[in-house]
């Protein structure tokens, strides 16, 4: 549906709130969903936010936001962000715009998080701006 955006989470995410919240903040996804569909009732939005900690799992329901006419995906993939050619692959093979979305930025973390395949595809990345980067990038995807 044209209206739906996809928010796919990637692995250790059930965990936001408890996880490292020096480093990911003290929100939880439930937390991040209902600001979501606040914000997608105003932007005339539905949201759909699932996790996984199967990278196979997030690679599906890239494909399903395609098969399904989703209007774009938000996507944190994640500690697969940095390892994932599947995810790359995925991302390049529907024409669904995917943003990339993180707490932290990688970029000013380890070596190791500063390659993001998940970037090489996405349409834009929104970083380092805790949960409120979630509504960045909604709002960034109900423009598109
Ligand atoms: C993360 C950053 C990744 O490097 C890390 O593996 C995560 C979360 C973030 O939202 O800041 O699990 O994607």
Not at 52 to 57: F, V
């Given at each position: 549906?044209i ?6 989470n ?16 003290s ?21 759909d936010?699932r996790q ?11 494909h399903e936001?395609?098969?399904e006419?989703?209007?774009?995906v ?14 790359l692959?995925a ?6 715009p995917?943003?990339e ?6 970029t ?11 970037g ?22 109900a423009?598109?």
């Open positions: 549906m209206n739906t955006i996809y928010v796919l990637g692995p250790n995410l059930n965990l936001l709130g408890t996880r490292e919240p020096d480093i990911y903040g929100e939880t996804l439930d937390d991040i969903a209902g600001m979501l569909e606040d914000r997608g009732r105003e932007l005339g939005l539905e949201i936010l996984s900690n199967h990278e196979g799992h997030l690679v599906d329901w890239l936001a395609q098969a006419g989703a209007k774009a938000l996507l944190n993939a994640a500690a697969f962000t940095h390892t994932s050619i599947a995810l692959d991302i390049r093979a529907i024409s669904t995917v943003i979305v993180h707490l932290s930025d990688p000013t973390r380890e070596e190791f998080r500063h390659i993001s395949y998940v090489m595809a996405a349409t834009e990345t929104v970083q380092g701006l805790g949960a409120k980067g979630y509504l960045v990038a909604l709002d960034a995807a423009r598109l």
